[in-house]
């Protein structure tokens, strides 16, 4: 099985509803910033690094539990990453 996920990548994942800062330690320290979308709904986005795939179904699993409705997960490509690839 060929698998395209390589190790410690940057997410952005965005919730449905508000999250402050404090959560931060128990999603494996993520930014958290909260916002509104573009419809009004409040939303809360984490981004970061993630160290491997299980730290991500950690993170999306701990999401689930408190009940938050996923909007999206997006891997976010680093500028160093691009350039070498250039």
């Not at 997410?11 to 931060?24: A, F």
């Not at 999306?60 to 409705?69: E, T």
Request: glycine content about 10%; charged content about 20%.
């Amino acid at each position: 099985m060929n698998s395209k996920f390589s190790g410690r990548s940057e997410y952005e994942i965005v919730v449905k509803g508000h999250l402050d800062e404090q959560w931060s330690d128990w999603f494996e320290g993520l930014a958290i910033t909260t916002g509104s979308g573009e419809d009004g709904t409040p939303i809360t986005t984490f981004t970061g690094p993630v160290a491997d795939q299980a730290a991500l179904h950690g993170v999306l699993g701990r999401i689930r539990d408190i009940n938050m409705p996923l909007i999206s997960v997006t891997p976010i490509k680093s500028n160093s990453k691009d350039r070498a690839n250039a």
